[in-house]
T-cell receptor, first 114, second 112 residues
C-alpha cells in the first residue's frame, strides 16, 4: 500500500477554508484516495473519495493533480465542529483490500478556533 | 437504518483476564473489520471477516482472536489481558467491493 504523509496538525478559524494536503508519491495505478474524519472517542467517518481531478460532495472537495502524487482535502467555511483528526488513505477500494482492511496513517489534527 | 453497534461501550478488566467484544454490522453488510486505537500507535488493523471466514489479520499476538457468525455479527476476544491492551476497539462494516466503511463508536477497554 502507498505510504501517505500529512501534516501532524493545523489550526484555522471559523469561516475560513481549510486545505489539508496529503503526499503519496508511490501511489499505484489502481489506487484511490480516501479521506476519513474522526472525532474523539468515536469511529472514523468517511468524507470523500477520488481517483483523479476534482471530486465534490456536500461536505468537502478533493483535488488530485494529474500525477496523483498528492491530494488536497478542502473544507469550505469550517466551524468549531470540524475540529477533528483527518486521515488520508490510499489504496484500492478505499485504501484497503476489497473486504474491508483500511490502513491509517497518523492523520492531521485540525483545530478550529472561534 | 441502524448503524454499526458495538457492545459494551466501556469495559474495565484486570490483567490476566479475558474479554469478548461484540459488533453488529449494518444490515446487509457482510464484511466486518476490527481496529485497535491507542494514543501511541494510532489506528491499527486487527482482522477482517467476510462470510464467517477471516480474510486478513494484522500484526497482533495470538491472544487476539475473532469470529463472525452467519448473521454477520462479529466478536473479538482478547485473552490474558495486559496493561498495553487498554485501547479503543473499533469495528467497521461495509458492502463487499464498495468503498465506504462504516464504523461503530467503539468499545473503550481499560486494563488495570
Amino acid at each position: 500500500l502507498a505510504k501517505t504523509t500529512q501534516p501532524i496538525s493545523m489550526d484555522s478559524y471559523e469561516g475560513q477554508e481549510v486545505n489539508i494536503t496529503c503526499s503519496h508519491n508511490n501511489i499505484a495505478t489502481n489506487d484511490y484516495i480516501t479521506w476519513y474524519q474522526q472525532f474523539p472517542s468515536q469511529g472514523p467517518r468517511f468524507i470523500i473519495q477520488g481517483y483523479k481531478t476534482k471530486v465534490t460532495n456536500e461536505v468537502a472537495s478533493l483535488f488530485i493533480p494529474a500525477d496523483r502524487k498528492s491530494s488536497t482535502l478542502s473544507l469550505p467555511r469550517v466551524s468549531l465542529s470540524d475540529t477533528a483528526v483527518y486521515y488520508c488513505l490510499v489504496g484500492a477500494n478505499a485504501g484497503g483490500t476489497s473486504y474491508g482492511k483500511l490502513t491509517f496513517g497518523q492523520g492531521t489534527i485540525l483545530t478550529v478556533h472561534p | 437504518k441502524a448503524g454499526v453497534t458495538q457492545t459494551p461501550r466501556y469495559l474495565i478488566k484486570t490483567r490476566g483476564q479475558q474479554v469478548t467484544l461484540s459488533c453488529s454490522p449494518i444490515s446487509g453488510h457482510r464484511s466486518v473489520s476490527w481496529y485497535q486505537q491507542t494514543p501511541g500507535q494510532g489506528l491499527q488493523f486487527l482482522f477482517e471477516y467476510f462470510s464467517e471466514t477471516q480474510r486478513n489479520k494484522g500484526n497482533f499476538p495470538g491472544r487476539f482472536s475473532g469470529r463472525q457468525f452467519s448473521n454477520s455479527r462479529s466478536e473479538m476476544n482478547v485473552s490474558t489481558l495486559e496493561l498495553g491492551d487498554s485501547a479503543l476497539y473499533l469495528c467497521a462494516s461495509k458492502v463487499l467491493g464498495l468503498t465506504e466503511a462504516f464504523f461503530g463508536q467503539g468499545t473503550r477497554l481499560t486494563v488495570v
